[in-house]
C-alpha cells in the first residue's frame, strides 16, 4: 500500500530573479530535504515503512521553486497512524517535518516559535503531546506539540539537514527568504534570512555509555591551576598520558594553601571516576578523582652498603665464658 503527496520549497531574492540557482547551493539543499524525510521515517516508523523523494520540477518567475513528490510505502499491512485522524503517512510525515502540507505543527514551526529561546518548562501531556513554557520578561508563552515532532526537534541528523536545506541557502548573498507549502500559491511555513540563524543544528549532548569508580595509583605528570583542574597523569611506564578534573574540594584547598609539594613522578593514589560517552567524533573517556586518598612522595633512599650476611644474628651465638 503506498501514499503519494506533493509540495513545493521556494527559494527567493534578488538572486533568483533570473530563476537560476548555483548547482553547488541547490544540490545539498534537495539532498537535504529528502534526509530530513527518510530520517523522520525511520524515527517513528523504524522498518514498517520507506520513504522515497523525487523532484517534480516547477519553475516560477522571480524566484526558485522545487515541487517534491514523496512516495511513501507501507511495508506491513498493519500500520498505526502517525494520528487519530487517519492521515496518510507520506501527508503526516511532510508536517511533522515542518514543510507546511497538512496544517501540522512541525519541526520547523516549533523552532520559528521558541526563536532560540530556552523552555522555563517542558511537560509531556496525557494526549501524546508535550507542552514548551517560555518565560520571555514579564510575559509567559505556552508552546504544544506532539511527542513526534518533538522527537525529530531532539534528532541531530534532522537538525543538521534542516541546517542545509534552510540555513545555508539563506547565508548566500541576495537569497533572502525560504517557503514551504503544498504549491506556490498557499505558504504555510516562510523563513526570512534575519531568521535563518534559528535553524542551524545546535552541537549535540554526548550520551553517557558507562561510569565506574575504582582506586587507582596515578603518576603526576602535569599539574594545572586553570582549565578547571585538569591535571594529567600517567598509569605508568609505557601508558599514555591523560587528563583527570579534580572534585576533591579539600585536596585542592590545601595544594592552594602550600601544604602540599610535589615533584617530580610523585604518585597519588586515588578514587578515579572513569566516564565512557558517545559523542558526534566516536567514543571518548573522560576521568575524574573524586577523592585524593594518599600523596606518595618520589624521593627513594639509596641503601648503604652493608652486608646484609654480616648484620644477621646466628642461630647459635657463641657466648663470651671468659669472664
Avoid at 527518510?38 to 523504524?46: P, V
Avoid at 541576495?174 to 506556490?184: L, M, V, W, Y
Avoid at 582549565?227 to 584547598?253: Q, T, Y
Avoid at 576521568?287 to 641503601?303: L, T
Wanted: glycine letters at 6%; hydrophobic letters at 40%.
Amino acid at each position: 500500500m503506498s501514499d503519494t503527496v506533493s509540495f513545493q520549497v521556494t527559494y527567493d531574492g534578488p538572486a533568483l530573479a533570473s530563476n537560476e540557482m548555483d548547482v553547488r547551493e541547490l544540490a545539498p539543499a534537495l539532498v537535504a530535504i529528502a534526509d530530513m524525510l527518510d530520517e523522520a521515517n525511520r524515527l517513528i516508523n523504524g522498518d514498517q515503512a520507506s520513504v522515497k523523494v523525487s523532484v517534480k520540477g516547477s519553475f516560477k518567475s522571480g524566484s526558485f521553486s522545487i515541487e517534491f513528490a514523496v512516495l511513501y510505502d507501507w511495508l506491513k499491512n498493519l500500520l498505526i497512524s502517525f494520528n487519530s485522524d487517519g492521515v496518510n503517512g507520506a501527508l503526516n510525515l511532510v508536517g511533522l517535518v515542518g514543510l507546511g502540507v497538512g496544517g501540522t505543527k512541525g519541526v520547523l514551526w516549533l523552532i520559528q516559535k521558541l526563536k532560540g529561546r530556552s523552555a522555563s518548562q517542558v511537560t509531556e501531556l496525557d494526549d501524546n503531546r508535550v507542552q514548551f513554557v517560555i518565560e520571555d520578561g514579564e510575559r509567559q508563552e505556552t508552546i504544544v506539540v506532539t511527542n513526534d515532532v518533538v522527537k525529530l526537534y531532539r534528532s541531530p541528523r534532522i537538525r543538521e539537514a534542516i541546517e542545509k536545506a534552510v540555513y545555508e541557502p539563506l547565508s548566500k548573498e541576495g537569497i533572502d527568504t525560504f517557503e514551504a507549502g503544498p504549491d506556490k500559491n498557499h505558504v504555510e511555513i516562510k523563513i526570512d534570512k534575519s531568521a535563518s540563524a534559528l535553524y542551524k543544528a545546535p552541537p549535540a549532548a554526548d550520551q553517557p555509555l558507562s561510569a565506574s569508580v575504582a582506586e587507582a595509583h596515578l603518576q603526576i605528570v602535569n599539574i594545572a591551576f586553570r582549565e578547571e583542574n585538569k591535571w594529567r597523569f600517567s598509569r605508568g611506564s609505557g601508558e599514555g598520558a591523560f587528563f583527570a578534573l579534580i572534585r576533591d574540594e579539600e585536596f585542592l584547598k590545601k595544594v592552594e594553601r602550600d601544604e602540599i609539594h610535589f615533584a617530580k613522578s610523585d604518585i597519588l593514589r586515588v578514587r578515579l571516576r572513569t566516564i565512557a560517552k558517545q559523542t558526534d567524533e566516536g567514543l571518548k573517556t573522560e576521568y575524574e578523582i573524586v577523592q585524593v586518598i594518599d600523596h606518595i612522595q618520589s624521593a627513594r633512599q639509596i641503601p648503604l652498603p652493608i652486608d646484609q650476611k654480616l648484620t644477621e644474628p646466628t642461630e647459635n651465638p657463641i657466648q663470651d665464658t671468659s669472664a
